[in-house]
């Protein structure tokens, strides 16, 4: 069983940054597909970045050249570094984990539809 423990949402003002961090038992981080997840206000879940095994990063329109996922494998930590925050990125940030290949579209689609463990999430709140 993989515990994923999410922290570091804030509130900010718009053009602020934020740094979250995603804690996983075991080697969770570097050997399952990483994503991390948003649900804001009204709307449906969506990926906003995906770490592969083998290092590929995917990112959502919405947030490339914005947002960084990183992860620190020596501290089975995946990151999300949210630079020039708007309030349209107000939401709940959840990671999850899932065994195999993952990724999310520019849409913010994922596949697959289901993921293996789920943290509990952060939020985030951008005021303008």
């Known amino acids: 069983q993989v515990r994923l423990v999410e922290s570091g949402g804030d509130s900010v003002q718009t053009g602020g940054s934020l740094r979250l961090s995603c804690v996983a038992s075991?080697?969770?981080?570097?050997?399952?597909?990483m994503t991390w997840f948003r649900q804001r206000p009204g709307k449906g879940r969506e990926g906003v970045a995906t770490f592969r095994v083998n290092g590929v990063i995917l990112y959502m329109d919405a947030v490339k050249g914005r947002f960084t996922i990183s992860r620190d494998d020596a501290k089975n930590t995946l990151f999300l570094q949210m630079n020039s925050l708007k309030p349209e990125d107000t939401a709940m940030y959840y990671c999850?984990?899932?065994?195999?290949?993952?990724?999310?579209?520019?849409?913010?689609?994922?596949?697959?539809?289901?993921?293996?463990?789920w943290g509990q999430g952060t939020q985030v709140s951008v005021s303008s």
């Open positions: 999850a984990a899932v065994r195999g290949v993952c990724g999310v579209l520019n849409s913010g689609e994922t596949w697959p539809k289901e993921y293996n463990y």
């Open positions: 075991e080697d969770a981080v570097s050997n399952y597909c």
